[in-house]
């Protein structure tokens, strides 16, 4: 975990300059009083997906916390960009099989104060298809697991371009206060991940407002 933190802090500090030329990330928030940049304390960044970059963007929107994110197995396929992650702390998830173990590592990050970031579409969706995709139900269930905080996050993926690429970052969701006893476990899982998803699209509108 101190290795993992002290790989981040590394790339970040040198890695800074050369953000601020490809991302010129402007931030935004729904209210910066009750969420800014700085996390506290364990939480569960959840965000659309728009690219690979996406990730490398947030590494430094959240410049002071180190980011234990959820990512598919064809990234550790690839070498050395597999070594990379692993070396930032990334958290390895199959896809294609029903191996949980993902969970429990992100919930050991979670219960030591940690910070997970998960992108509940699960991949990139493809051309025209609705954004954002279906949330899986992953980020809702550690969330009420472990009781951290859900924060919010969108980003209009516009990296490497003439256009600055925006974040903006919603208020925290507790998960449980959503969680209804009359239903199923299953029908909780899918009602919290779709208010989730319903967030997002709401922070890509409250972004739209504050940029026209």
Not at 48 to 64: E, G, P, R, S
Not at 65 to 86: I, N, Y
Request: no cysteine; glycine share 6%; charged share 25%.
């Amino acid at each position: 975990m101190i290795l993992i933190s002290i790989w981040n802090a590394f790339v970040k500090i040198t890695g800074w300059p050369v953000q601020k030329l490809i991302f010129r990330t402007k931030v935004h928030y729904e209210d910066k009083a009750a969420q800014s940049r700085r996390v506290k304390g364990a939480a569960i960044v959840v965000s659309n997906h728009t690219t690979v970059w996406d990730y490398a963007a947030y590494l430094f929107v959240f410049f002071f916390r180190t980011l234990r994110t959820q990512m598919a197995e064809v990234l550790f396929q690839k070498q050395p960009l597999g070594l990379f992650l692993k070396m930032m702390g990334g958290i390895f998830v199959d896809r294609q099989s029903f191996d949980y173990g993902v969970t429990g590592k992100s919930l050991s990050v979670l219960e030591r104060g940690g910070v997970v970031m998960v992108f509940p579409e699960s991949r990139l969706p493809l051309k025209g298809e609705q954004r954002p995709l279906p949330f899986k139900p992953g980020a809702a269930y550690l969330a009420l697991q472990s009781g951290a905080p859900v924060i919010p996050v969108f980003t209009n993926g516009a990296y490497f371009s003439k256009k600055r690429a925006r974040v903006i970052i919603g208020a925290p969701i507790n998960a449980r206060e959503l969680y209804d006893s009359a239903l199923s476990e299953k029908e909780n899982l899918e009602r919290i991940s779709e208010a989730l998803r319903e967030k997002i699209i709401d922070l890509e509108r409250q972004l739209y407002e504050q940029t026209k």
